[in-house]
Nanobody
Framework: QVQLVESGGGMVQPGGSLRLSCAAS????????MGWYRQAPGKQRELVAG???????NYADSVKGRFTISRDNAKNTVYLQMNDLKPEDTDVYYC????????WGQGTQVTVSS
């Protein structure tokens, strides 16, 4: 089993920045991919960004150039630096980890509003 604990969500004005963190514990030796999805009420969960153990990354087109995903393997933590935030980035953000199974964090709310 893997446990994921997220932090860093909150409210910010358009154009502002936030950094999300997700710390993994438990059977962390099994983890290879980590990343973030987001989901608004009534909508499907969508991939925001992912990163492999080796550092390869992928991003949703809507966040390219604004969001950066990074990973500290020594701390078993993945980060999502979000810059130039827009109102349409408002969502609940979920950390995920893929190992012997797919694991999810509890979600953290990001609200972008003036």
């Amino acid at each position: 089993q893997v446990q994921l604990v997220e932090s860093g969500g909150g409210m910010v004005q358009p154009g502002g920045s936030l950094r999300l963190s997700c710390a993994a514990s438990g059977s962390i030796f099994s983890i290879y991919d980590m990343g973030w999805y987001r989901q608004a009420p009534g909508k499907q969960r969508e991939l925001v960004a992912g990163i492999t153990t080796g550092g390869s990354t992928n991003y949703a087109d809507s966040v390219k150039g604004r969001f950066t995903i990074s990973r500290d393997n020594a701390k078993n933590t993945v980060y999502l630096q979000m810059n130039d935030l827009k109102p349409e980035d408002t969502d609940v953000y979920y950390c995920y980890a893929i190992g012997d199974s797919r694991y999810w964090g509890q979600g953290t709310q990001v609200t972008v509003s003036s």
